[in-house]
């Protein structure tokens, strides 16, 4: 498969001049990287959790972030008010299936939540994704565990089932709204090793498709590639993952179009 000459600058042109709001309710065991990979990228990052204001903080918001990682009750009826909210402004909600297939707990709250239709964008890993549509698989945890199934079309189902796009991350992601499939090669073998890199790339996408709403698929593939473009450059300064993580954000930072262009690996 060869690679597509999207121009994937021109979305993270559009995050560092838009410098869009993203409004997160997400996991607290990684909810400063979260904030801080959006900052890096040159946009804003707001962690609004209390039911009471969820909804007026989505006003100022570009898009809305979802993330089930340390999930409560109340938790996710904060979550549900944001998202009907973020609805009603017709700006993209993010959805990170954190878990999804480890309890069944978090399988409820997540089909709760997509009851609701108020879900733009899909987001986990191969075993998250593969529960969410209907199989009979169980994660690790918060670890991808195997699928023997084709991934492609598990994700095109769901699009089209949900009316939404899914993304799939793993050693290549696979983003689709079940018409335009994106498939992202770029990224560090080296991002397993650190927690919260899965988190991150959430966000990532809202802050993408929150500065290019009028196309999320893309702008969501466009965001994994240069986060993952990052992460090739970070690696390279690195002696482990402590320094990577460092690295990471000061070559998210530094990411320029000359990087872009030449390492962007999206077919």
């Not at 978090?106 to 939540?113: C, P, Q, T, V, Y």
């Not at 240069?226 to 954000?249: D, R, T």
Request: with cysteine.
């Amino acid at each position: 498969m060869g690679y597509t000459r999207m121009d994937v600058y021109s979305f993270l042109k559009a995050v560092r001049e838009k410098r869009p709001l993203v409004h997160h309710l997400t996991n607290w065991v990684t909810i400063y990287d979260c904030a801080q990979v959006v900052k890096s990228f040159g946009a804003s990052p707001v962690m609004a959790h209390a039911p009471e204001e969820v909804a007026q903080m989505v006003g100022l918001a570009s898009a809305l972030v979802l993330n089930i990682g340390t999930l409560t009750a109340d938790f996710i009826e904060s979550m549900k008010i944001a998202a009907r909210a973020a609805s009603c402004r017709n700006i993209p909600v993010v959805l990170d299936v954190c878990g999804a297939g480890a309890t069944a707990f978090r399988d409820r709250k997540s089909s709760e939540l997509l009851e609701d239709k108020h879900i733009s964008i899909i987001k986990g890993n191969s075993s998250e994704i593969a529960r969410i549509a209907g199989w009979d698989v169980r994660t690790r945890g918060v670890d991808a565990a195997h699928v023997g199934a084709d991934l492609h079309k598990i994700a095109t189902a769901l699009a089209r089932q949900r009316n939404c796009t899914v993304v799939i991350t793993g050693k290549e992601d696979i983003i689709t709204n079940a018409k335009t499939t994106y498939v992202v090669r770029n990224g560090s073998e080296i991002l397993t090793h650190v927690v919260g890199t899965g988190c991150m790339a959430t966000s990532v996408i809202g802050t993408f498709t929150g500065a290019s709403p009028h196309d999320i698929t893309a702008a969501a593939a466009a965001g994994l590639s240069c986060y993952e473009i990052a992460a090739e450059l970070a690696v390279k300064k690195s002696s482990g993952p402590a320094s990577f993580k460092q690295h990471l954000f000061d070559c998210i930072f530094h990411l320029t179009k000359d990087d872009v262009d030449f390492m962007q690996r999206v077919a």
